[in-house]
């Protein structure tokens, strides 16, 4: 009896043992067209970065935007501008806010949220989209709402979209 | 000895069983300013009614998109609000017959859809963790994207919201 009770509390602790190194199952939902990917919770490290990122261009940081920003992206701008390094990213970016200052109302805005989530993989080999995490942010500013996408890559920026909605009439 | 390993199994197998109580670890990451939120997925649920809605949107299917719309505050890229599944759909309707005047072509595809929700909050008035929301992305016929959410309670959409990013000048050269 005392054998059979070893035996199976043995049994017992290896289960338990094994059962806390599992890992959380990622929650994932929806649908990326032309893939038969799904998407999930990405970082809170892509957040902080993001962190940095906008902090640094609130405050016209170009310098460390620049450290953030690859030279072989692509960004696209609400005005329909596409811009594929730092330098003509902060240039787009500097233009919009010297535009803000001459009509009188110097850019600023308010973060509304952000969170980071990421592509399921994916067996096509030309999809980039599973590389690094992305963010996803919402902003309003003195006279719209801007809706971003950030993909960063290894601590760079290497997609970056916005979108406009002007603000309540 | 064999009194020692019995007693520091019976252990492991009493933690054991106490373990399998526990529960994973929601993800969730990021902020909501001026709350002490943060951002978790959704359901599938959630994405296949606003896969109905799409659906029924892109055949302008006005019955079925009514009988998804409560009350609420659905605001349009142009800035223009409306509250009620009357408005929204004469709103779109005005959309799709300044197309049609125009001849521009009307349609879009639907670049990708997912569904998150807020942690909970302890502020009673904030409605943001009823239902769930879609994110959700779409390429217009003339090229414009749009980026929307879409927040269903109990299958009905009481807040919407739409920014648009216009064609890219590279494209519109090509054209």
Redesign the interface.
């Known amino acids: 009896m005392?054998k059979l009770?070893?035996l199976?509390?043995?049994v017992?602790?290896i289960?338990?043992c094994e059962?806390?190194n599992q890992p959380?199952?990622?929650?994932?939902?929806?649908?990326?067209?032309g893939t038969d990917q799904?998407?999930?919770?990405?970082?809170?490290a892509?957040?902080d970065l993001f962190n940095k990122f906008n902090k640094a261009w609130l405050n016209r940081d170009y310098e460390t935007m620049k450290i953030h920003i690859s030279d072989n992206g692509i960004y696209?701008?609400?005005?329909?501008?596409?811009t594929n390094n730092a330098e003509e990213f902060i240039a787009h970016s500097e233009n919009n806010y010297q535009e803000s200052l001459a009509s009188g109302q110097e850019e600023v805005w308010?973060?509304?949220?952000?969170?980071?989530?990421k592509p399921s993989a994916s067996d096509d080999p030309e999809i980039t989209n599973t590389q690094g995490e992305w963010v996803?942010a919402r902003f309003t500013g003195l006279n719209a709402?801007?809706?971003e996408?950030y993909q960063f890559v290894d601590g760079k920026l290497v997609d970056w979209?916005?979108?406009?909605?002007?603000?309540?009439? | 000895m064999?009194n020692f390993?019995?007693l520091f199994?019976?252990i492991?197998?009493f933690?054991?069983?106490a373990?399998?109580n526990h529960t994973?670890?929601?993800?969730?990451?990021?902020?909501?300013?001026g709350s002490d939120q943060?951002?978790?997925?959704?359901?599938?649920a959630?994405?296949e009614v606003f896969k109905k809605f799409d659906a029924a949107w892109a055949v302008r299917d006005y019955e079925t998109l009514k009988a998804h719309i409560g009350s609420g505050s659905f605001?349009?890229?142009?800035?223009?609000?409306t509250t009620n599944g009357e408005e929204f759909v004469a709103k779109i309707d005005n959309s799709y017959q300044a197309s049609l005047e125009t001849g521009e072509d009307w349609g879009w595809?639907?670049?990708?859809?997912?569904?998150?929700k807020p942690s909970a909050s302890n502020d009673p008035e904030n409605t943001n963790t009823q239902g769930e929301w879609?994110?959700a992305r779409f390429t217009g016929a003339d090229g414009a994207?749009?980026?929307e959410?879409y927040q269903f309670v109990e299958g009905k959409l009481i807040n919407w919201?739409?920014?648009?990013?216009?064609?890219?000048?590279?494209e519109?050269l090509k054209e």
Request: aromatic share 8%; proline share 0%.
């Open positions: 005392k009770i070893l199976f509390s043995l017992g602790s289960v338990s059962n806390t959380s199952e990622n929650i994932t939902n929806g649908f990326i067209t799904t998407v999930m919770m990405g970082s809170q892509t957040i696209r701008h609400a005005d329909g501008i596409i308010i973060t509304n949220f952000a969170f980071s989530v996803c709402v801007y809706d996408w979209t916005s979108s406009k909605r002007e603000l309540i009439k | 064999k390993i019995l199994s019976l492991g197998l933690v054991s069983c373990d399998n994973c670890e929601v993800q969730t990451n990021g902020f909501i300013t943060t951002i978790m997925m959704g359901s599938q959630t994405v605001i349009h890229d142009d800035g223009t609000i595809t639907t670049n990708f859809a997912y569904s998150v879609v994110n994207v749009y980026e959410w919201s739409s920014a648009k990013r216009e064609l890219t000048k590279a519109e």
